[in-house]
């Protein structure tokens, strides 16, 4: 089901002997033999168990909370409330931040008086057991006076709208202005206007947030969590009156992230606890736990008005934008970020005038995932492309074509990618992937969809981010390779050894990761915004080529040839053209360290420092490379029911370079599954702020019965920022998804469903809406 | 509390005991045992993470009660293979990419041994249906399915062999 | 799970009658597959003092293939149906239904009985034991009685079932020849779904006019309830489009659906209407089709082939 197709040889003379081949993952074996310890599986003697009190309601004021059944309930050991907190916040690290609203994203670790979503953790409990802290937890009584809350962004900014957090609701604000877009629109045929819905959505990684905390010999705190970022150590010290090197993270492979183990999750609380009884202690969220303990995707309200000529030439494009920054700010400024200067989409648009704002309400708070922003602007719009080329009469495919962004071309921010642009042939592929229609019968119709994007991969280039690895050669030939970065089980780790082995001309087999110690591996950043291979792949392969330059150098010697004609590969060192002229690996690294040529090496790769965008304008570098492609669906609508069935799912991307296809596909196939819950069945319903769907009985993403088997075609342009000529997939593989999803359901339909997810019940009251036959009325 | 009592539990082939009151369900007694590859998803049977067979029957051993569970063989993910010696089933998630994340693959790999138990030769249809009630978020499940056809392949061209 | 109770596991029907009739002063109540009392213990919505396990007790497995009755017993689980050829040709709707039913894990041990005392009105193999006329056998060490499952049902989640009673077998008769029997289930995803709206269909014909007619309703009131109405526009007549839709709207109008995080009240009205229309119209096709003389007494498609069309996106959901 899948083609690769590599052009432009990424160097001369190299010949990839581990890199680009679909070998099975390093990490696989233990996992799919139940071998691998997940944060989870940790256990410590003498282990206390911990449970999280939290509100039951969205907006109120704690009038009164008592413990003190629960701290006499036998076995209780601890139960602490924000009253036995010293006066300490918790804070979302964002450095950088300019512009003229707040920055500050503190927040307090426990209700004091005012509780600003449901969920909003009250007390913590530790327990010799867990029924015990179960039980305790019945027991604490909390008296909540409920305050007017505010749960729709929108209304937020109206005023006379209950604040949420002085001063006033707007979070953020970002703004791009380019060219002139009065004249632009005065140069349009047509003028398109659109406003899209997209919907909060949950990470669903299905392993719930999960840690165990323990004070050492050091006096420091020792933190073994389900985590994306080993960083967080910091914001922990802080949070807790620490200095930094007083808080050790200690990760495990992660049992799926998306974004949505970015933020601190349990480890302020296992932090706090620990310290406090100078026990062990272990916290594992239940899934309605993990359903309101962590961050969601904003929900976007995303208004696009496109000015447009009769031959399909965009003239002007002005966006409005505002997400639902939920109680807390966390990441939502930079979310923001994301999807203002994603706002054009892989197009090329010259008068643009975005401007976006991040709300506060009494909603779940929202935070990174999959996609980051940049997603909600493309399922707005690649929808709105579809709605400007039946505005016109114009083919879908050729409007697209008419106006991508090429290679070379400036972006939103007027910044040039500096890799290739290929959202056209791969458009072109997709599109053409979908082969033959299926027939529509009866109620049953046919439609199609396709999705193209761009997606940023590496983080903001403002915060000068930087990655680091260490690698090393056994005397045995073997290599070690040490670095921070977290595998949230997309296979960083087995990519990392990949690129090492290549180096150092071994095989997979021949290397071990050690990863994700914020003590003991070299710091390597976080394992977001698609750049652990962007990032930490490059620091690999500084180092590992590195190390290779001295072998080759000493190999050089012993065979008297010039460094640049010997090469190594499959445990062998041998004279290129000459394989006669070779010794085993093993043979040279002895060479070396009997005469101590050092075998090992420490790098660190710096991402492109910039200053920040220019906050009127937004001009400037936000990112340093981005990803381009597409998604293209085939769906079945019954427009009796409303019920849809995706029969094809193709993807085509450049990649880049594929490190290894077989996780490469892995990840697309992962992000057409997210995709196609967002854009159908996945659906956060509140009552109040309260969530009334906390549950995978009622959160209802695509189950095996629900996915097609998802095509994947892969095209390696070499051109990107990372190891070898990469780009990044995780995020870019599910951002085209759920728009090429809707775009499907209207082409099947006739009309647009302008709110996701897509339900049943939104495409029969859309379908009657514009057949004037009646709406779903209840009965009285 | 009164209503503990010492049960055996033949887990793997070998027979293990703990102490649980009853409302301890199966899963959490695997683990308190030591048996940390059976996985918790949900506590409610919506996830399959924590599915095991007993005797010879996929369930989610979250919604069984632990003591109903005793004088039953009980196999989890470690009981098929292990590092040097995997099961089909095993050998063929691994090698196809089909284990991302990981976290769901000890219950997914339970449901493909049972799947593959019943239809040696599964239909799509078989792979779908008898995998509807194990949730993945990283694969997609395009790999699961073509891992289980994998697997199925292998064990029959292995029993013709014989 | 923290709901401390005490468990006992009798190893006959008589000891876990015993169980229950001891048990009857506090708070008691049987576990088979548990699918739906263990879920409903962990979020406290149930807090027995005394459950009381049937797994040992082996007269409630067994099914009965009489010449003119079915009969199961009431630990049947829903595998067992599915794996059941005399079940596939008795009660195609039933296996319709099981197929649909959760996943594989819940599936394996989910029991029929379970199924009914919940009380659901989502429960999804009520609607098509209610269109097969099935019987509920309910015991209790006091004795044992049988009632109509289309009596059982006395209001949401309350039954006749007494806590001291279990349902021990669940029986239905023949279906007739030639005869349709069928389920849909509409839900927001394919796999693992509760029941947005569930409509269950029997229709028999004769000598060109329809014979006899039932039509149960899942997730559209309080219970699972028969659209009598609509039953009876269709029974005795030759049905025709004009009728078949007035029989819809009469099943629609049976209906008093709720509005909850699937679907809206008026959804589920629409859902019902056209669900019900698909079915009658297509079971008197197929009869059409057959002369009605048809061949066997499953006329219904098997289940898998409607799953392979629904896949197809073709006949299997067409009108």
Not at chain 1, 36 to 60: E, F, I, K, N, Q
Not at chain 3, 44 to 60: I, S, T
Not at chain 3, 169 to 185: A, E, G, M
Not at chain 3, 271 to 289: G, K, N, Q, Y
């Amino acid at each position: 089901m899948t083609g690769i197709t590599s052009e432009a040889p990424s160097r001369p003379n190299v010949r990839f002997r581990q890199v680009g081949r679909p070998l099975t993952r390093t990490d696989a074996p233990g996992k799919v033999a139940g071998r691998t310890p997940y944060a989870g599986d940790y256990v410590m003697p003498d282990m206390l168990h911990m449970r999280v009190v939290r509100a039951d309601v969205a907006s109120a004021r704690l009038v009164r909370l008592d413990v003190s059944r629960a701290r006499a309930l036998q076995g209780v050991a601890c139960a602490l409330t924000a009253a036995d907190l010293p006066d300490r916040a918790v804070s979302t690290d964002i450095p950088g931040q300019v512009g003229r609203k707040r920055l500050d994203t503190g927040q307090q670790i426990l209700v004091r008086e005012r509780v600003r979503y449901f969920g909003e953790p009250l007390a913590l409990i530790a327990a010799e057991t867990r029924d015990v802290a179960d039980h305790a937890l019945e027991l604490v009584e909390a008296e909540l006076e409920p305050i007017p809350g505010v749960y729709d962004p929108v209304e937020a900014m109206q005023p006379g709208a209950p604040i949420v957090t002085e001063p006033d609701n707007i979070v953020a604000e970002r703004r791009i202005r380019k060219g002139d877009v009065e004249a632009g629109f005065a140069e349009a045929d047509v003028i398109v206007e659109n406003t899209f819905r997209t919907p909060f959505q949950e990470h669903a990684f299905l392993e719930p947030e999960v840690g165990l905390a323990w004070v050492d010999e050091n006096d420091v705190v020792n933190i073994r969590v389900s985590t994306q970022v080993i960083e967080h150590f910091r914001p922990i010290a802080d949070a807790i009156g620490v200095p930094h090197n007083k808080v050790r993270i200690r990760g495990a492979l992660v049992g799926g992230g998306f974004g949505g183990k970015e933020d601190l999750t349990v480890e302020i609380y296992l932090a706090l606890l620990a310290r406090r009884t100078g026990r062990p202690v272990r916290l594992e969220y239940t899934r309605e736990d993990s359903f309101v303990g962590h961050g969601k995707r904003h929900p976007f309200v995303l208004t696009y008005r496109t000015g447009v000529t009769r031959d399909g030439r965009i003239t002007a494009l002005d966006v409005r934008m505002v997400a639902d920054s939920g109680a807390y700010v966390f990441l939502s400024p930079y979310v923001l970020l994301y999807a203002l200067v994603a706002a054009p989409g892989p197009y090329r648009v010259d008068n643009l005038d975005v401007f976006a704002r991040a709300v506060a309400t009494n909603n779940m708070f929202t935070s990174a995932f999959r996609g980051f922003g940049a997603l909600q602007a493309c399922a707005a719009y690649e929808q709105q492309m579809d709605e400007v080329a039946k505005a016109i009469g114009l083919d879908r495919m050729e409007l697209r074509r008419r106006n991508f962004l090429k290679t070379g071309e400036p972006m939103s921010t007027g910044f040039v990618p500096p890799s290739a642009i290929w959202t056209d042939r791969c458009a072109e592929r997709a599109w053409a992937a979908l082969g033959e229609p299926t027939p529509a019968r009866g109620p049953i119709r046919i439609g199609r969809g396709i999705g193209c994007y761009q997606q940023s991969y590496g983080r903001l280039t403002f915060l000068h981010d930087t990655s680091e690895a260490w690698v090393g050669v056994e005397m045995d030939g073997t290599v070690v390779v040490r670095s921070g970065v977290t595998d949230i089980g997309a296979g960083q780790v087995s990519a990392l050894g990949q690129i090492a082995v290549e180096a150092l001309g071994t095989t997979l087999d021949n290397v071990v990761v050690y990863n994700s110690d914020s003590a003991v591996t070299p710091l390597a950043g976080t394992t977001t915004a698609t750049r652990a291979l962007y990032m930490t792949g490059n620091a690999v392969k500084q180092a590992a080529e590195a190390v290779r330059a001295r072998l080759v150098e000493r190999a050089a010697r012993a065979f008297g040839v010039a460094p640049d004609d010997v090469d190594m590969g499959f445990n062998e060192v041998f004279v290129a053209e000459r394989p006669d002229r070779s010794m085993p690996l093993v043979e040279l690294v002895r060479i070396c360290g009997a005469e101590g040529i050092h075998r090992s090496e420490l790098a660190m790769f710096r991402a492109p420092f910039t200053d920040f965008l220019d906050p009127e304008t937004g001009q400037g570098q936000a990112h340093p490379d981005y990803a381009y492609g597409a998604h293209a669906v085939e769906v079945a609508v019954d427009v009796d029911t409303g019920e849809v069935e995706v029969l094809k799912s193709v993807a085509a991307h450049d990649v880049g370079q594929c490190i290894n296809p077989a996780a490469v596909e892995g990840q697309i196939q992962g992000g057409a599954q997210n995709g196609q819950g967002y854009a159908l069945s996945e659906e956060m319903l509140y009552e109040e702020g309260r969530l009334i769907t906390p549950s995978f009985s009622e959160y209802l993403m695509p189950t095996a019965m629900d996915m097609p088997k998802v095509e994947c075609i892969i095209l390696e342009s070499r051109s990107g920022v990372g190891p070898y000529g990469a780009k990044g997939i995780g995020e870019p593989a599910m951002t085209p998804v759920a728009p090429a999803i809707a775009n499907a359901v209207a082409d099947a339909i006739g009309v647009r469903v302008f709110e996701m997810p897509i339900t049943p019940e939104r495409i029969v009251r859309a379908l009657k809406r514009r057949d004037g036959t009646g709406r779903l009325d209840s009965p009285a | 509390m009164s209503n503990e009592r010492t049960i055996t539990l033949r887990v793997n082939g070998r027979e293990e005991r703990g102490r649980f009151p009853a409302h301890r369900t199966l899963l959490e007694a695997l683990r308190e045992i030591g048996h940390m590859e059976v996985k918790c998803g949900c506590e409610k049977g919506d996830c399959g993470a924590c599915a095991v067979l007993v005797d010879g029957m996929a369930v989610d051993s979250c919604l069984t009660l632990a003591w109903t569970a005793e004088g039953a063989e009980i196999t989890t993910v470690r009981g098929l293979g292990d590092l040097e010696s995997l099961h089909p089933v095993q050998q063929a998630f691994a090698d196809g990419g089909a284990a991302q994340c990981g976290y769901c693959i000890p219950g997914i790999v339970i449901a493909a041994k049972a799947i593959i138990d019943e239809h040696p030769e599964p239909t799509e249809d078989d792979v779908r249906l008898g995998l509807s009630g194990n949730l993945c978020r990283c694969t997609g499940y395009t790999k699961v399915f073509e891992a289980v056809s994998e697997a199925a392949a292998v064990i029959r061209a292995g029993r013709s062999g014989q | 799970m923290y709901a401390p109770f005490e468990l006992e596991m009798p190893g006959d029907l008589a000891g876990a009658l015993d169980a229950l009739a001891a048990g009857r002063d506090s708070k008691t109540v049987p576990i088979a597959g548990g699918t739906n009392l263990i879920v409903d213990m962990r979020a406290k919505r149930e807090r027995p003092d005394r459950v009381v396990a049937l797994g040992e007790v082996g007269e409630l497995r067994g099914m009965d293939f009489g010449a003119e009755r079915i009969s199961i017993g009431g630990r049947t689980t829903v595998t067992d149906l599915l794996r059941s050829p005399e079940v596939a040709e008795a009660a195609p709707s039933l296996i319709e239904s099981a197929r649909l039913f959760a996943g594989l894990m819940v599936r394996n041990t989910a029991t029929v009985a379970g199924n009914i005392a919940c009380g659901s009105p989502a429960a999804d193999l009520v609607p098509p034991l209610l269109s097969l006329d099935a019987d509920v056998t309910l015991a209790s060490a006091a004795g044992t009685r049988t009632v109509p499952l289309d009596e059982y049902f006395l209001g949401y989640k309350r039954d006749v079932r007494r806590p001291d009673e279990l349902i021990t077998r669940i029986s239905w008769p023949r279906l007739p020849v030639p005869s349709v029997n069928t389920f849909y289930k509409l839900a927001r995803r394919k796999g693992d779904a509760i029941t947005v709206t569930g409509v269950a269909l029997t229709l028999c014909a004769a000598g060109g006019t329809c014979t006899k007619a039932r039509i149960a309703l899942g997730a559209v009131a309080p219970i699972v309830l028969r659209a009598r109405q609509a039953e009876a526009l269709l029974e005795g007549r030759a049905l025709t489009p004009a009728l078949i839709d007035r029989a819809a709207a009469a099943a629609a109008a049976a209906s008093s659906p709720i509005d909850d995080v699937r679907a809206s009240a008026g959804y589920r009205l629409h859902t019902v209407e056209v669900l019900t229309r698909r079915l009658v119209s297509r079971a008197w096709d197929r009869f059409d089709r057959q002369g009605d003389q048809g061949t066997a007494a499953s006329a219904a498609v098997p289940a898998h082939e409607v799953t392979a069309q629904r896949r197809a996106g073709s006949d299997g959901r067409s009108a």
